[in-house]
């Protein structure tokens, strides 16, 4: 499930300001063996926990920010950001006497030239561990989940993370933890954390190479900080979530071009944290979450990922995990595609039948049902369902083949196989909004149609080609042998 509408969920952590300074090199400086970058644009964006929440707020999701920032340029501009944008509800304590943290990056011809950051990292005093704390308690119950995103700036002692995570679990509430520090139990209690392999390595005090080692090293971390789970972000390699339950579950990297890694760990706490505030478990938040990384490592900066981006790129993962082909999804993974397709506002539409020899005649009806649709489903019956209803002859190929091809075709989005006689099971499961088959059937005997148009759904008959059919091209096959013989 992937609707994050009216989800709330507290950031809790280092907020900053991330400038970014575009322009060209044309020439090296005669002052200094320096490029002189000529700047040609500029902008200014919400970084370290804010990012975590500008994440939250382009999935739909809204974001309680409690951060610190001081009373200068950099903090106003910080407030105007919040303010300037849907779903960010601004709830950071202002320290008249520290500055705004601020990173400023000048990027020439798509690349980092060099970045100058303004802060102090001193811990917060007394005072202000006070005020956080106050907001902690006021505004967690009305929120779905608590992340904590730590980058060492001072904000995040030890009294403000404990209550944090305290009262989040006396709420029942995830927490989830981007830590810096290389003592997990300075987060104990938390539900999971989020290491990239460097700090999981710093933390562990040994090698995580390889999938055995980052296991071992997550299991010992897990039972000495009390968490329940530890997500790794591996870069190219993927992600490995290892549960205290002892589950470990791995996912590849999904980006097709790696453009710009910065921000890509707050993406994976933003959209996981969202996923499990929709009550998603912790494998399919982490394959949610790893979609949308490999979208926004494909961008330059500290970008975010839209819902429109996450859907599409969690449809693609979702076809890549079927066994035989992109295309050939199991009925579950179609059920989750279909909800998915649904959220969307797209129109999925549903046939089902043998296609034992496909021919001119289903190739038409499958391009006609999808040009009537945004997505079609073809429900393929198995081989012991093609027996039961056509004789022990048939199939002539099996289900392998027969999916192999359907899948090829571009008016096929994706191919299920059912093992019953009928494909009713499959639709009351899948829920499509439209429903076809050929004009030689009536409305009253398509299967399924009671349940489309209970929903509001279309049955649609469509023409047939005439003469074209698997029995008539195994009839004609025959016979040529006969006369061959």
């Not at 190479?209 to 870069?235: C, F, G, H, N, P």
């Not at 090829?408 to 009928?422: G, I, K």
Request: contains cysteine; glycine residues 8%.
């Amino acid at each position: 499930m992937m609707d994050f509408r009216g989800r709330r969920i507290m950031c809790l952590g280092d907020i900053m300001l991330d400038r970014f300074y575009y322009g060209r090199i044309d020439r090296i400086s005669p002052e200094a063996p320096v490029p002189v970058v000529r700047m040609n644009d500029n902008r200014a964006m919400l970084g370290g926990v804010g990012n975590v929440a500008r994440n939250i707020s382009s999935l739909g999701g809204e974001a309680v920010l409690i951060g610190l920032i001081g009373e200068d340029v950099a903090g106003r501009e910080i407030a105007a950001l919040i303010e300037a944008t849907p779903g960010l509800i601004d709830a950071n304590i202002r320290a008249p006497g520290r500055p705004t943290i601020a990173k400023t990056r000048i990027i020439a011809s798509q690349q980092h030239v060099v970045r100058l950051d303004e802060e102090v990292a001193d811990a917060i005093g007394a005072d202000d561990i006070a005020t956080v704390r106050q907001s902690i308690t006021a505004l967690l119950p009305e929120c779905h989940a608590l992340i904590i995103s730590d980058y060492a700036k001072g904000l995040l002692v030890e009294e403000v993370v404990s209550h944090a995570i305290a009262s989040a679990r006396a709420l029942s509430l995830p927490v989830l933890v981007d830590p810096k520090r290389d003592d997990f139990a300075f987060y104990a209690g938390a539900t999971v954390m989020t290491p990239n392999l460097k700090e999981l390595r710093a933390a562990a005090r040994c090698p995580v190479e390889t999938e055995e080692e980052v296991t071992d090293a997550a299991t010992r971390l897990m039972a000495q900080a009390k968490v329940d789970a530890i997500l790794v972000t591996r870069s190219e390699k993927g992600m490995m979530l290892v549960e205290a339950n002892g589950s470990v579950h791995a996912v590849p990297a999904k980006a097709l071009e790696v453009f710009d890694v910065s921000g890509a760990g707050d993406t994976v706490i933003a959209v996981a944290a969202l996923s499990m505030a929709v009550g998603n478990t912790l494998p399919r938040s982490m394959r949610i979450a790893n979609a949308a990384a490999g979208v926004v490592v494909g961008k330059l900066g500290t970008a975010t990922v839209s819902i429109e981006e996450l859907h599409a790129a969690a449809e693609a993962d979702a076809a890549q995990d079927g066994s035989s082909g992109v295309k050939i999804v199991t009925a579950g993974q179609a059920a989750g595609m279909i909800e998915t397709w649904q959220h969307r506002g797209l129109t999925v539409g549903f046939t089902n039948g043998c296609f034992d020899i496909l021919h001119r005649g289903h190739v038409t009806l499958l391009q006609a049902a999808r040009d009537a649709c945004d997505r079609l489903v073809v429900a393929l019956n198995t081989d012991a369902s093609v027996r039961r209803l056509k004789g022990e002859t048939r199939p002539i190929n099996e289900l392998e083949d027969r999916a192999a091809v359907l899948s090829a075709l571009r008016s096929v989005d994706l191919v299920v196989a059912f093992d019953e006689d009928t494909p009713l099971e499959l639709i009351t499961r899948l829920q499509p909004d439209m429903l076809f088959k050929g004009a030689d059937y009536t409305v009253e005997t398509v299967v399924g149609a009671d349940v489309v148009l209970a929903r509001g759904g279309k049955v649609e008959l469509l023409d047939l080609v005439p003469g074209r059919s698997t029995s008539n091209i195994i009839a004609r096959s025959r016979a040529l042998s006969a006369v061959a013989d």
